[in-house]
Nanobody
Framework: QVQLVESGGGLVQAGGSLKLSCAAS????????MGWYRQAPGKQRELVAT???????NYSDSVKGRFTISRDNAKNTVYLQMNSLKPEDTAVYYC??????????????WGQGTQVTVSS
């Protein structure tokens, strides 16, 4: 089993910044992609950003140039630095981790979600 603990959400004014963190622990042999998704009220969950084991990032067009994803492999932690926040960034943000157990099984894990609210 893999546990994900997220932190860093909150309330911020438009134009402000927040940094999210997500630490993975448990039965982990290796971690592949790590990422962030978000879900606004009445909308489907959508990709925000992902980062490969080698550090290659991928961003949705809506956050490109404003958000930066990074990871610390030694700590099994992924970060999301969010700058120039807009009211439309308001959502619950979920961490996602693709990992492998010691038996070789592929595991997809989700965090509990952290609320980000951007006021205008």
């Amino acid at each position: 089993q893999v546990q994900l603990v997220e932190s860093g959400g909150g309330l911020v004014q438009a134009g402000g910044s927040l940094k999210l963190s997500c630490a993975a622990s448990g039965t982990i042999f290796s971690i592949n992609d790590m990422g962030w998704y978000r879900q606004a009220p009445g909308k489907q969950r959508e990709l925000v950003a992902t980062i490969s084991n080698g550090g290659s990032p991928n961003y949705s067009d809506s956050v490109k140039g404003r958000f930066t994803i990074s990871r610390d492999n030694a700590k099994n932690t992924v970060y999301l630095q969010m700058n120039s926040l807009k009211p439309e960034d308001t959502a619950v943000y979920y961490c996602h981790v693709e990992s492998r157990g010691y038996g070789g099984s592929s595991i997809n894990s989700w965090g509990q979600g952290t609320q980000v609210t951007v006021s205008s």
